[in-house]
């Protein structure tokens, strides 16, 4: 079955970086959609960043030039590199499959909706 396993949280200072990756099993790794989303207490789930099977990326206006995401198909690994972190950047961050090709949606929680999701990694960003 599909499975996703999230990793690389933690707490860091405003302006410092952190690689999230996940790490995927159950499916063809390079042929579906597999994205970022993020949730905040008392906020909707958003999409921060997704890629598709053609390698295809696309960006939260809120991160773009400061997020980068990758895949690395030999170790079926999604990366998400966050760069010059802000505090708003708080959040529990969750990576997702899209099979169906969705494009750029979110349901309004993270966990919920169309797609396969893992357990989530939280990312705290303090000044």
């Known amino acids: 079955e599909v499975q996703l396993v999230e990793s690389g949280g933690g707490s860091v200072q405003a302006g410092g970086s952190l690689r999230l990756s996940c790490t995927a099993s159950g499916f063809t790794f390079d042929e579906p959609d597999m994205g970022w989303y993020r949730q905040a207490p008392g906020n909707e789930c958003e999409l921060v960043s997704k890629?598709?099977?053609?390698?295809?990326?696309h960006y939260s206006d809120l991160v773009k030039g400061r997020f980068t995401i990758s895949k690395d198909n030999a170790k079926k690994t999604l990366h998400l590199q966050m760069n010059l972190l802000k505090l708003e950047d708080t959040a529990v961050y969750y990576c997702a499959v899209d099979f169906l090709g969705h494009g750029y949606i979110s349901p309004p929680r993270c966990g919920s909706g169309p797609y396969y999701w893992g357990q989530g990694t939280q990312v705290t960003v303090s000044s």
């Open positions: 890629v598709s099977g053609n390698g295809r990326t």
